[in-house]
């Protein structure tokens, strides 16, 4: 007898079981009650609400201030950009504010990127004496500058201008540029300087590239600081020398001027375009 040999089926191989997913731990976040919601939209509205009553007051045919306009016109605007008084006020305050801004600049941060490798408690004072000026109010810095520039010949001038401006706006640098250099890794300068850059180099092509996000920030806080600020030019003026804020609060104060709508509205829309491009820049750059 022949056996026969049957041919065994090949078997499949197994395919090996998935592994199982690893679950990712989600932190949940608490939704914002609606009552701080309200509150948010109640503050908000509170800082708005002069401006929906000064912009639509700009474009009125009315010589005097008038709510509702009684009519459509530019003639607040014309007589703004006609007025060598109101002219001069406003290339006073962009002179001041530019150069003072930059002075800002430099102090702040040179200040913070010294401070930034210092600790203990001599870094803390002199970081907080750089700090003095943001939270010490506008009138005690104002009585206190006056009191110093009128012994050194300085009220009434553009370099005391800028100097009390610049003094102001230093803490606005600092801080930002304190904050862009807490990502900042020093790594790099001793790499830097093992390639044989000088420090200046180093600076130029190193470290500000990095921080130049930070920088701008401050410069444009101090330009809008220096730009708006009232209470310290009030003190410094001259009568050929005076700020456009000072020369809206004299129209309102000395002379009943309509002319202050169209130009308070110019400030707003100017100084809300500046924080618009700057916020819309740092987002892109992230």
């Given at each position: ?8 089926p ?12 690893r ?14 919601k ?7 509205l509170?800082?708005?609400?002069p ?5 639509p007051?700009?474009?009125s045919?009315?010589?005097?201030f ?19 008084t ?10 001041v504010?530019?150069?003072?801004a ?5 102090v ?21 004496l ?16 006056y009191?110093?520039?009128l ?18 706006g ?38 500000m590239?990095?921080i ?5 920030t ?10 708006d ?5 009030l ?34 829309v ?9 916020f819309v820049g ?5």
């Amino acid at each position: 007898m022949t056996a026969t040999k049957t041919d065994n089926p090949p078997r499949t191989p197994r395919r090996p079981a998935p592994a199982r997913r690893r679950r990712r731990r989600t932190t949940s976040v608490d939704p914002i009650p609606w009552w701080l919601k309200l509150v948010g939209a109640l503050v908000a509205l509170y800082f708005i609400l002069p401006t929906l009553f000064v912009i639509p007051m700009s474009f009125s045919t009315a010589s005097t201030f008038q709510f509702p306009p009684t009519g459509f016109s530019l003639k607040l605007y014309e007589n703004f950009f006609t007025d060598p008084t109101w002219l001069a006020s406003l290339r006073t305050s962009v002179l001041v504010g530019v150069l003072a801004a930059s002075l800002a600049t430099v102090v702040g941060t040179a200040a913070a990127i010294g401070l930034h490798s210092l600790t203990g408690r001599l870094a803390r004072l002199a970081r907080t004496l750089l700090m003095v000026s943001i939270v010490t109010p506008s009138i005690v810095i104002a009585v206190a500058v006056y009191i110093s520039f009128l012994k050194w010949h300085l009220v009434g001038s553009l370099s005391g201008y800028v100097l009390a401006h610049a003094a102001i706006g230093v803490p606005f640098v600092l801080v930002s540029v304190t904050s862009a250099l807490s990502g900042f890794d020093p790594k790099l300068l001793r790499a830097s300087a093992s390639l044989g850059a000088t420090p200046t180099r180093t600076f130029l092509f190193v470290t500000m590239p990095l921080i130049s996000r930070g920088i701008v920030t401050g410069a444009i806080f101090a330009f809008v600081t220096s730009f708006d600020e009232v209470v310290i030019a009030l003190f410094l003026r001259a009568p050929t020398f005076q700020t456009l804020p000072v020369q809206m609060y004299n129209s309102v104060t000395v002379e009943i001027d309509p002319t202050i709508a169209a130009s308070s509205s110019l400030v707003v829309v100017a100084v809300t375009v500046i924080c618009l491009v700057l916020f819309v820049g740092n987002r892109k750059s992230r």
